[in-house]
């Protein structure tokens, strides 16, 4: 039973499972350095970034991400331009310095390896770190996994029999729910929508105004990469130079409504929906393969579409509402908390079905919530969402999370919104069910093979040649 604000984490790009794991646990290696008294004795640290970090890691900045956590930097709080100017300083240099006063030796090229060779067996995502004296003697060696959306994990809570964590949290939160059946029968019980079932959830966290403010900001920080990425040019970093485009499409959409205007004709064509989810979304996708600061929904390589879809239908010419953007974020969060228990939203595990296809679930349930639906026809437009996303392959082109990701969000808005009207205007019980959807997407996922699933060694990656 996790938060909403677990689901919905502020960091910076180009990966929540790449960039943002191991940042994370760069810094939790550090603390516990310094938790053990040994930051005195520490001469080196070497970090090997295993399986799927091993394959994709530089292309997702991996490398750049634990670095900076080995130096304390931490994903919600840091800035995109001081995160660059630290990585360089700790490449030129040679050395990392985890807190004031101390310097440990860190050469890039030998003490940084990328081994793809290594398949984990508890996750694909798998970091060791190892901090040695100056006899190279190990003085401390920890094995992380960076399990999707920015969740790490050690290997004793990968192992951890998951009946054995439901006790405490059965205790803590008031109405606890581990399928979606689940969730709609306590809807029923309580007469009340998903949203307010997690608002009740969330004030075992925390205040109610803490929870509001929380949601407020994970939007704020939403709209503002939505913003950056409608006003950035150029080309993205990481040599396939794929050239942003949101910007000029933004453009060539407010001349059209300012010359639709002028000659009193229709601003609004039905087809312009795309075209403003689209935009939305490679907007954020844009920002996020530039490593610019995004909110995992539920991971970075989705990042889009959620913010696309609150954007367009809960955002109007007067400002936001409120109201809706809570209801929808609450929303969304309770399908995510499904597929994170369930399954999983990692994409070295599950393929794209687990990152956009999730994404999309999320943002059909959520949106079928704020026009009004009931909690079965949210769990139906979040069941659509899904279902027709299943197989989806991740297989990032230069293991950059360019192609074909980017488009790949602005495909999943909109499917997104048709799965939620195809709910609403349903007129009969469906007969697939959103936990018989998720099942099948992690049985997809555990027999779809490796290369499809975040190594770059299959599908777009290896067919589509740089020139």
């Given at each position: ?7 919905f984490?502020?960091?910076?790009g180009?990966?929540?499972s ?9 810094k939790?290696?550090?603390?516990a ?12 640290i070497?970090?090997d ?36 100017q ?50 190279n ?7 992380w996994y ?17 009946e ?28 009340v929508?998903i949203?307010e ?17 929380g ?5 704020q920080?939403m ?23 949101a ?9 059209d ?11 609004q ?12 979304a ?56 499904l ?9 070295a595990?599950?393929?794209?079905q ?18 009004g639906?009931?909690p ?27 192609i ?17 009207r ?7 019980t ?7 959807v ?6 997809t ?23």
């Open positions: 039973m996790l938060s909403v604000l677990d689901i984490k502020i960091g910076l180009p990966s929540s790449h960039s943002v794991g191991p940042m994370r646990i760069g939790r290696f550090v603390d350095i310094c938790e053990r008294d040994l930051l005195n004795r520490v001469c080196r070497t970090v970034l295993n399986g799927s970090l091993g394959a994709t890691g530089l292309g997702h900045g991996s490398d750049k991400a634990i670095m900076l956590g080995l130096i304390g930097f931490e994903p919600e709080t840091a800035d995109p331009d001081e995160a660059e630290a990585y360089q300083r700790i490449r030129n240099a040679g050395q990392l310095t985890p807190r004031a006063g101390s310097k440990i030796n860190f050469n890039y090229d030998t003490d940084l390896r990328l081994r793809p060779e290594i398949i984990p067996t508890l996750h694909p995502n798998e970091v060791l770190l190892s901090a040695r004296d100056a006899d003697i190990i003085l401390l060696q920890e094995t960076s399990v999707g959306g920015g969740f790490i994990a050690t290997a004793q809570q990968l192992e951890k029999p998951a054995n964590d439901l006790i405490g949290l059965k205790q803590r939160a008031p109405h606890p729910f581990f399928s979606a059946n689940e969730l709609l029968r306590k809807c029923k019980m309580l007469n929508s949203a079932l997690m608002l009740l959830n969330e004030d075992s966290f925390r205040s109610r105004e803490a929870t509001e403010q949601l407020d900001r994970i939007w920080v709209s503002e990469c939505i913003d950056r990425g409608l006003s950035q040019t150029g080309c993205l970093p990481g040599g396939l130079e794929v050239d942003r485009r910007a000029g499409l933004y453009q060539k959409l407010q001349e409504a300012r010359k639709a205007k002028l000659d009193q004709t229709p601003a064509e039905p087809e312009l929906l795309f075209d403003w989810l689209n935009v939305y490679m907007a954020v996708n844009e920002e996020n393969a530039a490593g610019g600061r995004v909110v995992t929904a539920p991971t970075n390589g989705a990042a889009g579409i959620i913010p696309s879809v609150i954007r367009h239908y809960c955002v109007s010419a007067n400002g936001s509402t409120q109201e809706a953007i809570r209801t929808f974020l609450l929303s969304a969060g309770g399908i995510g908390m597929y994170k228990q369930r399954a999983s939203i990692s994409g595990e599950m393929g794209c687990g990152e956009v296809g999730v994404a999309c679930s999320m943002a059909a349930g959520a949106l079928a919530a704020v026009w639906g009931t079965a026809q949210v769990e139906h437009a979040a069941e659509i969402g899904m279902e027709h996303n299943l197989g989806l392959t991740c297989d990032p082109v230069g293991g950059l999370v360019q074909p990701c980017i488009e790949r969000n602005a495909m999943g808005a909109v499917k997104a919104v048709n799965a939620a195809l709910a609403l205007r349903a007129a009969h469906h007969k697939v069910q959103l936990d018989q998720i099942e099948t997407m992690r049985q996922g555990l027999d779809m093979s490796r290369k499809y699933k975040e190594t770059s060694e299959g599908g777009l990656a290896v067919n589509v040649i740089e020139c």
